[in-house]
């Protein structure tokens, strides 16, 4: 089991910036493969970014590839989620989500692991 909580989310005016954070508890993260995912209202949850066990491997979805940047640190068992540029489009739920395995996982269904989510608002 893991349990994840998310942190780091508010309200920030468009072309601002917000750190998100992921930490988990439970069984060793250093195992894990963790993404981040999105849901704005009457939207499906979408991904938005993911990387792998390691580091060392990283991938974006397009509407944030070169704005949004995820990271670890497995010794302080948390992962982020660096959001620079921010546009009023950016907002949503977003949620962390983890999964064991040594390989990159972008889709949503493949994750068995979900954080309760954080809010993040971009106003124009």
């Known amino acids: 089991q893991v349990q994840l909580v998310e942190s780091g989310g508010g309200l920030v005016q468009a072309g601002g910036s917000l750190r998100l954070s992921c930490a988990a508890s439970g069984r060793t993260f250093s195992s894990t493969a963790m993404g981040w995912f999105r849901q704005a209202p009457g939207k499906e949850r979408e991904f938005v970014a993911a990387?792998?066990?390691?580091?060392?491997?990283?991938y974006y979805a397009d509407s944030v590839k070169g704005r949004f940047t995820i990271s670890r640190d497995n010794a302080e068992n948390t992962v982020y989620l660096q959001m620079n540029s921010l546009k009023p489009e950016d907002t949503a739920v977003y949620y962390c989500?983890?999964?064991?395995?040594?390989?990159?996982?972008?889709?949503?269904?493949?994750?068995?692991?979900w954080g309760q989510g954080t809010q993040v608002t971009v106003s124009s």
């Open positions: 989500a983890a999964k064991f395995t040594t390989r990159m996982v972008v889709g949503r269904y493949e994750y068995d692991y």
């Open positions: 990387i792998r066990w390691s580091g060392d491997s990283t």
